[in-house]
């Protein structure tokens, strides 16, 4: 008896609990609170959005746990094939800029040989340098088989480098206008007053030959003579840096215009044809080709080897105008 | 021994004459409207509360007083401007209750009748407050001198009303 009491003990709470159940939703139908919200849009919004938050934190926190500590292997795998790819993309990102770089120099050569295409020339990369302090040469990957030849004239678009002194299979080696044993025949661009450049194994060059009452200032061009025949006429060999009155001729230092600390591609001049007067090449879009473009003309020799002294030596005597070197 | 009027052999439930529940809730409804465009002394009277309160302790069953109550509570609200549920949910519990006490205890003594609709009544206006400062968010203040002179009123309406209701009792 007193077991089938308890359920019905427990029906009229139940009722209850139902009857007022209603009643309180139905109150809620009608109630609006603030912003006009129904209370039961309320009541509901308030009961599932802990629930919801609830849901996604935890969601959220076993995530980060797997994530943070029980995935780390895998994440330490990643780790190791970005590092990877990260210096494979560095290594490749340097390779390109240098690329680029070269680019930018090729297309300054291909400048200045589209300008002059009467003037046969190849380009040369630069392989070495003189392995002494004391004189200023480098090695560059072109030799007899590309047609080089002796006192051929070395250049870059920005100015002279330097001549051919010695001629292997397939390098040759270049002295530089900045080595003591260097001599070139030059003038000043605006009084055409003429000189001897000399290399004095270091980063400036002299100018000689040139009276004191000469007006020379700073910044002025100094240009090739042609009179060594190894250079053409008027091509740019450096700016006046600071002159000063000597005994018996002046003292002017002379910066080279060309980057003789930075060369890594030249011109070979196959001919002694003078090029117009053209300081700086514009650049190209495209590089120089690997391999000597250049021929020479049939109405001009290769290079003038017989017919004129090796400038290593002396500078070729001009009429009158260019004392020999001692 | 089971605490329930069908099963309590000391308890008598009354039967009443078809038709006197509805027609006395009917009554209560409209004497309440009628009465309450009479001021306020008028206007503490709680008829329909006092038909819950009788027929509640009448029928001692507490599904059928709950029921009964909740009945009367929606209907007074449908005539009045509260929302549907106030009075509803209140004599629902006044009904619950009065039925449950009624199941165990003699009512039909006048002290008895007296005390519990003076308790009834203070339980009803609880359960109004709750609601409404809860569910309707109004201020309102539960214990004023008000509470227990409308508590007075209508214990006196209930010792006046309750021997009327007697009468229409089925004789057992």
């Known amino acids: 008896m007193s077991m089938m009491e308890l359920p019905s003990r427990q029906r009229p709470l139940t009722l209850l609990a139902i009857v007022i159940g209603l009643q309180v939703l139905l109150l809620a139908f009608q109630i609006k609170r603030d912003h006009d919200v129904r209370l039961v849009r309320v009541w509901a919004v308030d009961i599932l959005t802990p629930l919801q938050r609830s849901g996604t934190w935890m969601i959220s926190s076993v995530h980060a746990v797997w994530a943070h500590y029980i995935d780390l292997r895998r994440t330490g795998v990643e780790n190791d094939r970005l590092h990877s790819e990260l210096g494979r993309l560095q290594l490749r990102n340097r390779e390109l800029e240098s690329r680029a770089v070269e680019a930018d120099r090729l297309a300054l050569l291909l400048g200045f040989h589209t300008a002059n295409p009467d003037v046969p020339m190849v380009a040369a990369q630069v392989i070495g340098a003189n392995a002494d302090a004391s004189s200023r040469t480098i090695f560059i990957n072109r030799g007899d088989t590309d047609r080089l030849r002796k006192n051929m004239a070395v250049i870059t678009p920005d100015g002279i480098v330097g001549k051919v002194v010695e001629v292997y299979q397939d390098t040759s080696q270049v002295l530089l206008i900045t080595d003591r044993e260097s001599g070139v025949g030059a003038l000043f661009s605006g009084s055409r007053t003429h000189g001897v450049i000399k290399g004095m194994s270091e980063p400036y060059l002299l100018m000689d030959y040139v009276i004191n009452e000469e007006k020379v200032a700073p910044g002025q061009e100094i240009l090739t003579s042609g009179e060594d025949q190894i250079f053409p006429k008027d091509l740019l060999i450096g700016t006046v840096v600071r002159s000063k009155n000597g005994n018996p001729f002046s003292v002017i230092n002379v910066r080279p215009a060309a980057r003789l600390d930075r060369l890594e591609e030249v011109l070979v001049l196959l001919t002694r044809r003078d090029t117009p007067n053209q300081k700086k090449a514009e650049p190209a879009v495209a590089p120089v080709p690997a391999t000597g473009a250049a021929t020479p003309s049939a109405a001009t020799p290769v290079a003038p080897v017989t017919t004129t002294p090796p400038a290593t030596k002396s500078i070729s005597k001009p009429p009158a105008t260019t004392p020999e070197r001692p | 021994m089971s605490a329930y009027a069908h099963a309590e052999p000391n308890i008598e439930v009354h039967k009443f004459y078809g038709g006197t529940i509805s027609v006395a809730t009917f009554l209560s409804l409209v004497l309440q409207a009628f009465l309450n465009k009479y001021g306020a002394?008028?206007?503490?009277?709680?008829?329909?509360?006092?038909?819950?309160?009788?027929?509640?302790?009448?029928?001692?069953?507490?599904?059928?007083?709950?029921?009964?109550?909740?009945?009367?509570?929606?209907?007074?609200?449908?005539?009045?401007?509260?929302?549907?549920?106030?009075?509803?949910?209140?004599?629902?519990?006044?009904?619950?209750?009065?039925?449950?006490?009624?199941?165990?205890?003699?009512?039909?003594?006048?002290?008895?009748?007296?005390?519990?609709?003076?308790?009834?009544?203070?339980?009803?206006?609880?359960?109004?407050?709750?609601?409404?400062?809860?569910?309707?968010?109004?201020?309102?203040?539960?214990?004023?001198?008000?509470?227990?002179?409308?508590?007075?009123?209508?214990?006196?309406?209930?010792?006046?009303?309750?021997?009327?209701?007697?009468?229409?009792?089925?004789?057992?």
């Open chain 2, 41 to 172: 002394w008028v206007g503490f009277l709680e008829l329909p509360l006092l038909i819950t309160i009788y027929f509640g302790l009448s029928r001692r069953n507490p599904a059928t007083g709950l029921l009964l109550g909740g009945t009367i509570g929606v209907l007074q609200d449908a005539v009045s401007h509260t929302p549907i549920g106030t009075y509803g949910i209140a004599k629902t519990v006044v009904g619950y209750m009065a039925s449950s006490i009624g199941s165990r205890i003699d009512t039909e003594h006048p002290l008895a009748r007296a005390a519990l609709i003076f308790l009834f009544f203070h339980v009803h206006q609880a359960v109004l407050t709750v609601i409404e400062r809860a569910l309707l968010d109004r201020p309102v203040a539960f214990f004023s001198s008000k509470l227990l002179i409308a508590a007075l009123i209508n214990t006196a309406a209930g010792l006046l009303l309750f021997p009327l209701l007697d009468r229409l009792r089925k004789p057992s």
